[in-house]
């Protein structure tokens, strides 16, 4: 089911013409033919990635992609890398964005109101003020409320629940998942980049996954995938006012308490529990059975079984000391 709600890439390029798209340089075979971008860790043979974060430098070196986009000032350290051409580019995100409008050019327009392509199960309950766009599939006994609009490119599972005024796009739901009213799903994430004059849209062509048995409260914002998944998984509870960035995976049976955000690309582990207003910044991994503190602010990665508070976020005790001392100091004569 998922594979029928991606966007399908148009056509496909040889690494020279993509070269003369992006005006960067070839290193390595111009005469491969390229099919699609993918992230560098779910890339496949006749996939371009990019890399523009030294933490993902090392995923060179297992991905099955076959060209890569990447900056001059690191290609010498690549260069060995067997079977792998180079895209060489001064600005490789921005090169990225190029690629993706030259594989999806009718982004826009998939977003029109078309109404083909809707599969309801005969003992569901959509409410007659439900908006069904495109590519829309509605398991058996899901029930859905009014004013809520439901696609394009959307799949909910068996004995689902959402509720009034919702937006569910770019989406798998599996069976048993409950939205509350207000949330809004599968939206383009925060993606841009500057050109050298002004800030450039960069394409958001992936999809939410949310696994089976998920609660989401209401006003929440999950974001889809840049280029695959954002990702909720199994048994996952969301409180109100949660905001999900592209590309952030949620472990199984995780917690996460009202006005938190969680920026892109970063992974939270299984049974995590989260308190109200933590923000946790892009590209981190925290691991599983963590605890972190209400208003907690976590910039680096969080090891398993840690408990956490403050800001920066730091060990339980740690912060609790500091918390005394800080009195100490303050109230001192």
Do not use: W
């Not at 690494?15 to 992230?39: H, M, R, Y």
């Not at 599969?119 to 569901?124: A, E, G, K, P, R």
């Not at 592209?246 to 049976?253: D, L, Q, R, S």
């Not at 923000?279 to 605890?291: A, F, K, P, R």
């Amino acid at each position: 089911m998922i594979k029928n709600i991606l966007l399908k890439p148009k056509g496909s390029f040889s690494l020279k013409k993509l070269a003369g798209f992006t005006d960067d340089k070839v290193v390595g075979q111009s005469n491969i033919i390229i099919k699609k971008v993918s992230p560098i860790d779910y890339a496949s043979s006749g996939s371009i990635t990019f890399i523009d974060n030294k933490k993902y430098f090392k995923n060179l070196y297992s991905t099955k992609a076959s060209a890569c986009i990447i900056s001059e000032n690191v290609l010498n350290k690549y260069t060995s890398k067997a079977g792998m051409s180079f895209l060489v580019s001064k600005n490789p995100y921005l090169s990225y964005a190029k690629l993706l409008n030259l594989f999806y050019p009718d982004l826009k327009n998939s977003h029109r109101d078309k109404k083909e392509k809707i599969d309801l199960s005969n003992s569901s309950q959509v409410s007659k003020h439900v908006d069904l766009k495109n590519n829309v599939s509605i398991g058996e006994k899901t029930i859905i409320n009014s004013f809520s609009s439901i696609g394009p490119n959307v799949y909910i599972g068996k004995n689902c629940f959402i509720g009034n005024n919702v937006s569910i796009s770019n989406a798998y739901l599996g069976n048993n998942v409950i939205v509350q009213d207000g949330t809004i799903i599968g939206q383009d994430g925060f993606g841009y980049v500057f050109d050298g004059k002004r800030y450039i849209k960069v394409p958001q062509i992936g999809i939410v996954k949310i696994n089976d048995d998920v609660e989401i409260g209401s006003n929440c914002a999950i974001d889809r995938g840049s280029l695959n998944f954002t990702e909720i998984k199994k048994g996952v509870k969301i409180d109100n006012l949660v905001h999900i960035a592209h590309n952030v995976v949620i472990g199984e049976n995780t917690v996460i308490a009202g006005q938190t955000g969680i920026a892109g690309s970063s992974s939270i582990g299984k049974n995590v529990l989260m308190g109200g207003q933590v923000g946790i910044s892009g590209h981190l991994s925290v691991s599983d059975n963590v605890q972190i503190g209400a208003q907690s602010g976590v910039t680096k990665n969080i090891s398993k079984n840690s408990i956490v508070s403050g800001t920066p976020s730091v060990n339980l005790k740690t912060y609790l000391k500091q918390a005394i001392m800080l009195k100490q100091m303050v109230e001192k004569k």
